[in-house]
Nanobody
Framework: QVQLVESGGGLVEAGGSLTLSCVAS????????MGWFRQTPGKERESVAA????????HYSDSVKGRFAISVDNRKNTVYLQMNSLKPEDTAVYYC???????????????WGQGTQVTVSS
């Protein structure tokens, strides 16, 4: 069992920055990769970024590439999403997710956090 808790969401002006954190607890030794997703009401959840637990592999969606950076601190069992040059269209509830060993890279996730709201004003 892996528990995930996101934090760091809030209100920020367009062009500003915000950093989200996701703390993993429980059987974190089973974690293979972490991902960040976002969702707005009435829309499908979309992948934002992903990182292997080792930090050796990362992935970004085209919409955030060059603006967002995902990182992992294994000592703290924490994954971060640094968001720069934020745009109003980045407004969403952001979720972190954990993929266990055996999951397909970028495709399968087993645990999800509760989400944290990010609102970007124009």
């Amino acid at each position: 069992q892996v528990q995930l808790v996101e934090s760091g969401g809030g209100l920020v002006e367009a062009g500003g920055s915000l950093t989200l954190s996701c703390v993993a607890s429980g059987r974190t030794f089973t974690t293979y990769a972490m991902g960040w997703f976002r969702q707005t009401p009435g829309k499908e959840r979309e992948s934002v970024a992903a990182i292997s637990w080792s930090g050796s592999n990362t992935h970004y969606s085209d919409s955030v590439k060059g603006r967002f950076a995902i990182s992992v601190d294994n000592r703290k069992n924490t994954v971060y999403l640094q968001m720069n040059s934020l745009k109003p269209e980045d407004t969403a509830v952001y979720y972190c997710a954990a993929a266990l060993y055996g999951s397909k890279w970028l495709e399968e996730y087993d645990y999800w956090g509760q989400g944290t709201q990010v609102t970007v004003s124009s």
